[in-house]
């Protein structure tokens, strides 16, 4: 969950894994890593990681959202 989120906020936000990286102080291969689910994130990674896409680290475990896609509406939600 944590990865699909995080690649999916970099990516919308037009940022490579390096420029990431660098904001997080940390290598790209640990950025793709975190993307791919191959790398545990501390809670203090995770805080990181959200500063740098500018979302807050509750978005990043976020299950509503579909992957590829935007938040999934609620049950019972008027459509937009």
Do not use: I, Y
């Not at 990431?20 to 191959?38: I, L, P, T």
């Not at 509750?58 to 509503?64: F, H, I, M, P, R």
Request: charge should be negative; avoid cysteine.
């Amino acid at each position: 969950m944590f990865g699909e989120n995080f690649r999916r906020f970099r990516t919308q936000a037009g940022l490579s894994q390096e420029a990431v990286a660098v904001r997080m102080g940390v290598d790209r291969a640990h950025v793709s890593s975190m993307e791919r689910g191959q790398q545990n994130v501390t809670l203090l990674t995770m805080w990181l990681a959200a500063q740098a896409l500018g979302v807050k680290p509750a978005d990043l475990l976020n299950e509503d959202f579909e992957v590829g896609g935007d938040l999934a509406e609620p049950e019972g939600s008027p459509p937009p």
